[in-house]
């Protein structure tokens, strides 16, 4: 299988489950982030909070560093996930029938 292949979302049950889970913490790393970059942000309007805010700047920076990570972390669990013979295209042979 390939990445980023969108057949691969809904090849089978646990597929979507996975993708749905991943959707998951894809949002909860974002939102997160952005509430960061929010309140950093508002910290920078006063002096004393200045430090606080530089921190919540860079943690906000890595959380969405953290966001393609999620991606490529479903995308590569996807390619393992075995996909049942109904849910394959026509003509197309199952991984171990085609490595033979």
């Known amino acids: 299988m390939k ?8 090849a089978s049950p646990d597929h979507a489950e996975l993708v749905r889970r ?8 974002e939102f997160f982030a952005a509430l ?3 309140v950093g942000s508002i910290f ?9 805010g ?3 700047f860079l943690i906000g920076s890595i ?7 999620v991606r490529l972390a479903l995308e590569l669990r996807l390619t393992q996930l075995p996909v049942p013979d109904e849910f394959r ?4 042979l199952p991984e171990a029938s085609a490595k033979k």
Not at 22 to 29: D, M
Not at 63 to 69: D, G, I, N, S, Y
């Open 3 to 10: 990445l980023f292949d969108q057949t691969l979302r809904s």
């Open 63 to 69: 959380l969405f560093a953290v966001r393609p990570t």
């Open 54 to 56: 530089t921190w919540l």
């Open 44 to 52: 920078f309007f006063y002096q004393s909070l200045l430090f606080a």
């Open 36 to 38: 960061f970059f929010i």
């Open 22 to 29: 991943y959707e998951l913490y894809r949002t909860l790393v």
């Open 89 to 92: 295209p026509y003509g197309s």
